[in-house]
């Protein structure tokens, strides 16, 4: 078995064919994490549970990109993107109110902190922005320990500002166990130690088929730190490049896992999907 932990089911791409999507699938011993970005996403996100049974979760957070109106845009190895953000005011109630209506909301986010999509170039602004994206980000992170859920945490760009604010959450508060996942991680093995020694998990994308920044922090880091994911529809894997991406390509991303740490494939499977079961408490 295994479970894409993060893609994105909810968003327009899949308008036309979610289900067969989602179908293909969990037919193929795929279960998935559908994340929601805004309270829009959000609560599709929580939609889609009901049309789904086991297998199907969600996620509920306002990501930092909708913290502006801005046009959002991406034309490189992430894939290429184009679309207008609208500004949402963080609503605490509303994310609790959608974490509480389906037991099968296991995580809050995608939360966190996004540098490169700050349109603007006037420092005052920029400065803002981020200060804004950091409170709302540590509003969510306050939530998600109220509502005793892991936190997944996107980071552009940022990590020099995100990593003091995981750790003194972590500070604050205590944890019995592992509350929060770096997604799609970009950074190397010495900042991982970083996340992994305050009760934090990385996560992978597609983008390691085919990028080898990453190969030297997935050889060091234990299996049991590591979770896979598409974060589809962006990021398709090897040998789907170009092309949508969806939740069964995430066995894409653990073939190159068990080749990187030339580990039999069938334990990766295993241990991937044992440790991502635990961490979300599924
Ligand atoms: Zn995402």
């Given at each position: 078995m295994f479970i894409d932990t993060h893609c994105h089911?909810?968003?327009?791409?899949?308008?036309?064919?979610?289900?067969?999507?989602?179908?293909?699938?969990?037919d193929d011993q795929v279960e998935m994490i559908v994340v929601g970005s805004e309270v829009k996403t959000s609560q599709r996100a929580v939609d889609l549970l009901d049309e789904f049974g086991k297998g199907v979760y969600a996620a509920v957070g306002l990501h930092p990109i909708h913290l502006q109106d801005?046009?959002?845009?991406?034309?490189?190895?992430?894939?290429?993107?184009?679309?207008?953000?609208?500004?949402?005011?963080?609503?605490?109630?509303?994310?609790f109110n959608l974490a509480k209506s389906n037991k099968r909301v296991v995580a809050i986010g995608e939360i966190g902190l996004d540098y490169y999509h700050i349109g603007s170039d006037v420092d005052s602004e920029i400065k803002k922005i981020k200060n804004l994206q950091q409170e709302v980000f540590y509003r969510q992170l306050e939530l998600s320990k109220k509502l005793d859920l892991p936190a997944i945490v996107h980071c552009r760009e940022a990590h020099d500002d995100l990593f003091p604010i995981l750790q003194d959450f972590?500070?604050?508060?205590?944890?019995?166990?592992?509350w929060g996942v770096i997604h799609c991680f970009?950074?190397?093995?010495d900042l991982a130690k970083k996340y992994f020694e305050i009760g934090l998990k990385i996560s992978f994308t597609g983008l390691v088929t085919f990028?080898?920044?990453?190969?030297?922090?997935?050889?060091?880091?234990p299996l049991q730190k590591i979770m896979i994911e598409t974060d589809s529809p962006y990021l398709s894997p090897?040998?789907?490049?170009?092309?949508?991406?969806?939740?069964?390509?995430?066995?894409?991303?653990?073939?190159?896992?068990?080749?990187?740490?030339a580990l039999d494939f069938f334990t990766v499977e295993n241990e991937l999907y044992q440790q991502s079961k635990t961490f979300f408490s599924l």
């Open positions: 089911l909810n968003f327009k791409d899949f308008k036309d064919d979610y289900y067969q999507v989602a179908k293909r699938a969990l801005i046009l959002v845009k991406n034309n490189n190895e992430n894939g290429k993107y184009e679309f207008r953000s609208k500004k949402e005011d963080y609503s605490e109630e509303d994310y972590y500070k604050r508060n205590s944890f019995k166990k592992e970009s950074g190397d093995y990028v080898k920044d990453w190969d030297e922090v997935i050889k060091k880091s090897e040998p789907h490049r170009g092309k949508r991406n969806e939740p069964i390509y995430v066995k894409e991303v653990a073939k190159k896992i068990a080749n990187i740490k």
